[in-house]
C-alpha cells in the first residue's frame, strides 16, 4: 500500500500569503497525485489531478507540481474562502489511498 | 448537472448490517467507476470501494473485504453498498462518488450518509 504523507499537519496563514503544502508517498507514484480540499460539514472538492491539472472551475491561484514522490499543493494568495482542510490522494495503485491531511487556517 | 444523493445511513448495532445507496443524476450512470469513500468523525478520508461501470468488476479496502459489496443498478441509476459484521470502527459518513472512468480520482461527490455502530 502506497503510505502518503502530508506537511504540515497545520498551516497558520493570513489572507494574501501564499500557502505551500506538501504531500510524499512512500514509493513513486508517477504523476498520479490528486489534491482535494474539504471545508467543514462539506463533501470534498477535486482540485488538482495528476499532479499538476487544475480541475474544472478551480481558481489559477491552486497549482500543483511534483512526480514521482514528492508533490507540493501551492495557494499563491490566500483568499477567505480557502481555509480549509486539504488532502492528497494517490491514483497509481490499488488500494487507493489518501492522506493525512493538511489544515490550512486564518492566522 | 451531476447529483448524487446518498441515503440508508443511522444507527446500527455492532454485529449488524445496513445498505446505503446513492441515487445518481445528470451523466450516464452506466459509463463511469463509482466508488465510495468514507469518513470518520474528526479523521481523514479513506477509499472503500470502487466498481466498475459495467458492474463486473469491484475493488476493497483490506479493512472491509469481506464483510462489505459494492453493487449498482444501471437500471435505477443507483450505487449501493451492502455492510454486514459491522464494527464501531466502521462509524463514518460515508460518502459515494463519481470518479472520472478509469482514472482513478473523484470529480463528484454526495453530500454523505453518516453511520454510526454502537450499541
Known amino acids: 500500500e502506497v503510505v502518503l504523507t502530508q506537511s504540515p499537519a497545520t498551516l497558520s496563514l493570513s489572507p494574501g500569503e501564499r500557502a505551500t503544502l506538501s504531500c510524499r508517498a512512500s514509493?513513486?507514484?508517477?504523476?498520479?497525485l490528486v489534491w482535494y480540499q474539504q471545508k467543514p460539514g462539506q463533501a470534498p472538492r477535486l482540485l488538482i489531478y495528476?499532479?499538476?491539472n487544475r480541475a474544472t472551475g478551480i481558481p489559477a491561484r491552486f497549482s500543483g507540481s511534483g512526480s514521482g514522490t514528492d508533490f507540493t499543493l501551492t495557494i499563491s494568495s490566500l483568499e477567505p474562502e480557502d481555509f480549509a482542510v486539504y488532502y492528497c490522494q494517490q491514483r497509481s495503485n490499488w488500494p487507493r489511498t489518501f492522506g493525512q491531511g493538511t489544515k490550512v487556517e486564518i492566522k | 448537472e451531476v447529483q448524487l444523493l446518498e441515503s440508508g445511513g443511522g444507527l446500527v448495532q455492532p454485529g449488524g448490517s445496513r445498505r446505503l445507496s446513492c441515487a445518481a443524476s445528470?451523466?450516464?450512470?452506466?459509463?463511469?467507476?463509482m466508488t465510495w469513500v468514507r469518513q470518520a468523525p474528526g479523521k481523514g478520508l479513506e477509499w472503500v470501494s470502487t466498481?466498475?461501470?459495467?458492474?463486473?468488476?469491484?475493488y476493497y479496502a483490506d479493512s472491509v473485504k469481506g464483510r462489505f459489496t459494492i453493487a449498482r443498478d444501471s437500471s435505477k441509476n443507483t450505487l449501493f453498498l451492502h455492510m454486514s459484521s459491522l464494527r464501531a470502527e466502521d462509524t463514518a459518513v460515508y460518502y459515494c462518488a463519481k470518479e472520472r472512468s478509469g482514472y482513478g480520482y473523484y470529480d463528484y461527490w454526495g453530500q454523505g450518509t453518516l453511520v454510526t455502530v454502537s450499541s
Open positions: 514509493q513513486s507514484v508517477s504523476s498520479y
Open positions: 466498481i466498475t461501470g459495467s458492474g463486473t468488476t469491484t
Open positions: 445528470g451523466f450516464t450512470f452506466s459509463s463511469y467507476y
Open positions: 495528476d499532479a499538476s
